[in-house]
């Protein structure tokens, strides 16, 4: 990946991550990258792309932390509960794609599978750490809803009240 193309994924993901999907352009993730739209669509020759990218990307980071969690010694929900701390903390944003997931039917069917692949995953690494597949469900639910309460209420400590049953 070079570095323009890694630039614009991470304009992009900030402006999804912060106005969701209707809340960026070709021209504002040019603008913060410094250069032209035209370069942005050579790379992502359509939004859908650029966004299937973005949530690929973030969907493998985010997995890839948990499982670094998980080989630190982390019990699989804790795991999962501090990496979703750690991305509100870093940036107080929400998790790219549980903001994706809320406007899902406005979604292509690009994007709406990598945002699944999201969900699909936790929920099937959640499995793999021993929770039968309600509990999972139960466990990555209530960490969006945390993430996104404390984002809308603008206060980070309420993702501790709202996720602290799972601990």
Known sequence: MTDTVSAILDAAEERIRGGGYSGFSFRDVAADVGVKSSSVHYHFPAKEKLAAAVARRYTDRFVEAVDAEIANG??????????????????????????????????????????????????????????????????????????????????????????????
Not at 117 to 126: D, N, P, S, T
Not at 133 to 158: F, H, K, P, W, Y
Request: proline share 0%.
């Open 74 to 167: 982390s019990e699989v929900v804790e795991a999962w509960r501090d990496v979703f701390r750690t991305a509100l903390r870093r940036d107080g944003r929400m998790c790219l794609c549980g903001a994706l997931a809320a406007t899902s039917h406005d979604l292509s069917e690009e994007i709406r599978v990598e945002v699944r692949r999201f969900f699909e995953l936790g929920i099937a690494k959640l499995q793999e750490g021993g929770l039968d597949r309600g509990t999972a469900i139960r466990v990555l639910s209530a960490l969006e809803g945390a993430m996104l309460t404390a984002n809308i209420l603008g206060d980070q400590t309420v993702f501790e009240s709202g996720s602290a049953a799972l601990a």
